[in-house]
């Protein structure tokens, strides 16, 4: 994919902070070191655009890139990770608030990406959300990260595990590496073809 921009717009802690609803917006989700933060920088050919880190759960920000693709502008929505285990009960309510203030009320929110890394389980973490996210009329896509830690035969093996863990009749699993740049096209497929739609107003 050509790539004529990418560049951080704002980083919000606070529904408030949220810019003026303009571009098509895709949201990125994922649990903390699913890969997040590297899938963004490969999606978009830059090597530091969204900071990559070995200690997961830091910031609890929302990240908003401008981004122009094959010439299409569009919004990537950088939400904070979940699942740390050591936070407080007070830094998860705040995490809920401030993403669900976000997944709740945007109107130009076109298509949710949730990350599940390819060695682990879906858990209720992820599968809540894509229900709630359902039931709130979000399209979303599951994103499989870091394909090229299993050898082909595995990762062909361990795709149709998590495809029957997820159970969600018709919807196919992009598998993807950072590292390979493997599933790139596919995503980027996935988000033209929604930033594209007829908006439903
Ligand atoms: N081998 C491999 N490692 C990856 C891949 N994507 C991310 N990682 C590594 O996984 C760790 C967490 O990645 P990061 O992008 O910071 O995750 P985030 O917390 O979800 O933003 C880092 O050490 C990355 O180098 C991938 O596709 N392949
Ligand atoms: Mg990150």
């Known amino acids: 994919m050509k790539i004529q921009r990418a560049e951080l717009l704002i980083s919000c802690g606070r529904i408030d902070q949220f810019p003026n609803e303009g571009l098509p917006e895709v949201a990125f989700l994922g649990r903390s070191n699913v890969g997040k933060s590297s899938l ?6 830059r090597k530091q655009l969204a900071r990559t880190s070995a200690t997961p759960g830091k910031t609890r920000l929302i990240h908003f890139f401008e981004v ?14 979940y699942g740390w285990a050591k936070v407080s ?24 990406i949730l990350l599940q890394d390819l060695r682990r389980d879906f858990s209720e ?25 299993l050898k082909p035969m595995r990762r062909a093996r361990r795709l149709r595990e998590l495809a029957s863990q ?5 919807h ?25 739609a007829p908006d439903p107003g």
């Open 172 to 196: 196919k699993l992009i598998a993807t590496s950072s590292a390979s740049k493997a599933g790139l096209d596919e995503v980027w497929r996935g988000i033209l073809d929604r930033v594209r």
């Open 125 to 149: 973490d992820e599968t809540l959300l894509l229900d709630w996210l359902t039931e709130r009329g979000v399209t979303w896509q599951v994103v499989i990260t870091k394909a090229d830690k």
């Open 89 to 112: 009960r007070k830094e998860r309510e705040s995490w809920g608030k401030l993403v669900e203030g976000y997944l709740e009320n945007r109107a130009p929110l076109r298509l949710a």
């Open 68 to 81: 122009v693709a094959g010439g299409e502008p569009v919004a990537f929505v950088d939400l904070p990770g």
């Open 166 to 170: 997820l159970d969600r009749k018709g």
């Open 40 to 45: 963004l920088n490969a999606l978009v050919g």
